[in-house]
């Protein structure tokens, strides 16, 4: 039999995505920071600084001494697909806050700019509340996950 050979392509692929998880996975961080590190990227990912999300968190994180690949990939929580969403929580959340109703506000109409404009503070209060809660229920959920996985 003749040893397959290894394309160069495919090796630096399984570098990459090895050297990626090794990061993500660091061994020698606790769980903590990599809860924290979690938290603070969701947090970044859903504030309401649309376009200077990851150019705040990258820095930010690397001061804190986070783990800035998780900080990055949680701060991805806002991709696109998922803007329609964030928003409506959003907005939401802004109303149970403030103490009033959401009134008629569908998913189907966040794509109205004059929606989004005439109701600018309750969607700015929510965003930073849900910001706040769902980065403390998202690096609690990691930092139980990572406590239950066996250690090597």
Request: no cysteine; hydrophobic share 50%.
């Amino acid at each position: 039999m003749v040893p397959a050979q290894v394309d160069g392509n495919d090796a630096k692929k399984k570098n990459l995505k090895q050297a990626i998880y090794e990061q993500i996975f660091n061994a020698n961080e606790t769980i903590l920071k990599k809860s924290l590190s979690v938290a603070y990227g969701v947090f970044w990912g859903i504030f309401p600084l649309w376009g200077f999300q990851l150019a705040i968190a990258i820095p930010t994180a690397a001061l804190l001494r986070l783990n800035i690949p998780m900080v990055f990939f949680a701060a991805n929580i806002s991709i696109p697909p998922m803007i329609p969403f964030i928003l409506y929580a959003s907005f939401w959340t802004g109303a149970l806050v403030l103490g009033g109703n959401q009134g008629d506000l569908r998913l189907s109409q966040m794509h109205d700019l004059d929606v989004i404009q005439t109701n600018v503070y309750q969607y700015t209060l929510g965003a930073s509340v849900l910001a706040i809660a769902v980065s403390i229920i998202l690096g609690g959920l990691v930092y139980l996950i990572l406590s239950l996985r066996p250690s090597k």
